[in-house]
């Protein structure tokens, strides 16, 4: 049986498929199989692909109509053969020892997730490594640092008797299905070494450099995700997520092109469903720059929001 399946959509990344590409087929475990799905791409991604992985009965190349990386993800996850899956991001790379450690772990414990570190990828000589920081006693620590899908092989078996998908058509879509995972195991296991190469460019979603109105959908994300929460899942990790994703990472997409209305938006969501979130504990563990950010956030204080920002940019924290 196949172990692992890789689900690889592409859209106009024929910059970046060569790299993607090389680093799975260089491999030193070689039990996997790699589903590449063309999701309506206008480029010379999959010719570029074709010629990489010919005569490799490994890679396969499955075609649909343009619908978005949700979609596509969710589209490929129906030709997987593999007892795990993983999604990795065309435009990205990973080290070559992946898949072998991956394997060990599966052999010794069967788990339901297995996690691991990665590595924020400007170019060859700046990067940074971000550690997941998991505690095997507190499972939802999984996602209190990290909310990808990408640093995460997901056993298949788990995935669709849960009948897990990606919301298509909006952005955020790690955030509004992966802490979900959480509600149905306790099966987890954490790689504590990076291995995936997160590629940060010009025109991904945290990169925009002009307004795009699906900064919003980090609103449609989060009641994405409370449709597959229940009672097991703690109110102060959803808490903590919102207050993070929302209050922190998210109005600062808007401040950068003054959008006021929709940052204060943001803010009124976060208030409506948790008014005391300034109490929560891992709120209290974050640095005081963030600290201090989210409080000038609460009070609806713009500018000095902004101002933290820049300073944050300087200071390249």
């Not at 052999?107 to 550690?131: A, C, G, L």
């Amino acid at each position: 049986m196949i172990k692992i399946s890789v689900i690889l959509p592409v859209y106009n990344v024929e910059e970046y498929i060569g790299e993607c590409l090389l680093s799975l087929k260089k491999q030193t475990f070689e039990n996997f199989e790699v589903i590449i799905v063309d999701d309506g791409s206008s480029d010379h991604s999959i010719d570029r692909a074709k010629l990489i992985i010919s005569n490799d009965k490994r890679f396969k190349i499955v075609n649909k109509v343009n619908g978005g990386l949700s979609d596509a993800r969710n589209y490929g996850v129906q030709f997987a053969q593999g007892e795990y899956i993983t999604f990795i991001d065309s435009d990205d790379f990973i080290g070559k020892d992946l898949f072998l450690k991956v394997s060990k772990k599966i052999d010794e414990k069967k788990p339901d997730i297995i996690m691991y570190d990665f590595v924020k990828y400007y170019s060859k000589n700046k990067q940074k490594i971000i550690r997941c920081n998991f505690d095997e006693n507190d499972k939802f620590s999984a996602t209190r640092t990290v909310c990808n899908a990408c640093n995460k092989i997901i056993k298949l078996s788990f995935w669709k008797t849960h009948n897990f998908k990606f919301p298509v058509g909006i952005w955020y879509e790690d955030i509004a299905i992966i802490p979900a995972l959480l509600n149905y195991t306790d099966q987890i296991e954490y790689i504590n070494d990076e291995y995936y190469y997160y590629r940060t460019r010009e025109g991904s979603i945290t990169k925009q450099n002009s307004y795009n109105a699906k900064s919003m959908d980090i609103i449609k994300a989060f009641d994405y995700l409370k449709i597959h929460l229940d009672n097991k899942y703690p109110q102060v990790e959803l808490e903590y997520l919102e207050v993070l994703h929302i209050l922190y990472l998210g109005t600062q997409r808007f401040i950068a092109f003054n959008k006021i209305d929709e940052f204060n938006m943001l803010i009124d969501y976060v208030q409506n469903d948790y008014p005391n979130w300034m109490k929560n504990i891992y709120i209290k563990k974050l640095t005081l720059l963030k600290k201090i950010y989210i409080y000038c956030v609460q009070k609806k204080m713009y500018f000095f929001c902004k101002v933290l920002v820049k300073l944050r940019e300087k200071l390249h924290i």
